[in-house]
């Protein structure tokens, strides 16, 4: 199966970024795409740059609405499944949202990101509240998918999750900066959680200048032997085409040995031992 990896630009011209990203779901689908995932933030500049005390609510959108909507309509008319991610505004709050569409255009659900960051430039928690809908799995037409939006990626506990759920792709919306890391610390942290978990992992990355920040994009995908088996090029817009087989969630160290073989009652999470006075 080909899933497309798609990492885009975004302008202040938020039409201009959805009209793009349409027409790069049209594109994917010609290669022969059944999945298409996007960047965080795909179609909007990333607001969090900028710290902010003001009301932001009306940067957002609800799901479903006209982002959501248009990608809903072309995931019917390609038969494609499509995972987004959008600013979104619900019951009076908003998130770091990804909205999943199944190949007839149904949404089946929205996973929000549960671990906000706040640091230089990722001032995340001026305007995200932590998310409530857990670490869901997915049925779609193609198969088990889960979502680990950008900063919930660094929480072996989340990733673990999704592959004891039965993950067989996890997609990763992310923004990440030229230079944030130490080369290759992307690369070798889903390698290792594709590879303890027994799954896919899809990392759509943003690229392109703005005010404060230069993404690298570098988009890639890794296999269930922990292997980066394609990525995208740095600093440019970009659909990366990777043709995945689950036959190799199935056969895979995880999910013959490392599952098998977990003894979680005897490590239990217990989240006093990191508190302080």
Not at 49 to 54: G, K, P
Not at 127 to 154: F, S
Not at 219 to 240: C, K, M, R, W, Y
Not at 242 to 260: E, G, P, Y
Request: aromatic share 10%; proline share 5%.
């Amino acid at each position: 199966m080909k899933i497309a990896v798609i990492q885009q630009h975004a302008s202040t011209d938020n039409q201009d970024n959805l009209t793009r990203g349409l027409i790069a779901t049209d594109k994917a689908a010609e290669m022969g795409a059944k999945l298409a995932v996007f960047a965080e933030l795909a179609f909007t500049r990333f607001f969090p740059q900028n710290r902010t005390n003001e009301p932001v609510i009306h940067l957002s959108e609800k799901v479903p609405g006209p982002t959501t909507e248009a990608f809903m309509e072309k995931a019917k008319e390609h038969g494609m499944v499509i995972v987004i991610n959008l600013f979104e505004e619900a019951d009076n709050k908003t998130y770091d949202s990804s909205p999943v569409i199944d190949a007839d255009g149904a949404l089946l659900g929205v996973t929000r990101m549960v671990h906000i960051a706040d640091y230089d430039c990722f001032f995340e928690k001026d305007y995200y509240a932590p998310g409530d809908r857990g670490a869901p799995v997915y049925n779609t037409a193609v198969g088990k998918v889960g979502v680990a939006i950008c900063y919930d990626r660094h929480y072996p506990e989340f990733m673990r999750s999704l592959g004891v759920d039965g993950a067989d792709l996890v997609v990763i919306p992310q923004a990440g900066t030229a230079g944030e890391w130490p080369d290759g610390l992307f690369e070798a942290e889903l390698r290792v959680a594709s590879f303890q978990n027994g799954y896919y992992c899809a990392l759509a990355n943003r690229v392109g200048v703005e005010e404060k920040l230069e993404f690298s994009g570098e988009s890639f995908v890794t296999n269930p032997a922990g292997e980066v088996i394609a990525q995208s090029p740095a600093g440019e817009d970009h659909i990366l085409i990777v043709d995945i087989d689950f036959n190799q969630v199935a056969s895979s160290h995880a999910r013959k040995l490392f599952f098998r073989d977990r003894r979680p009652e005897v490590y239990p999470l217990h989240l006093k031992k990191y508190e302080t006075d």
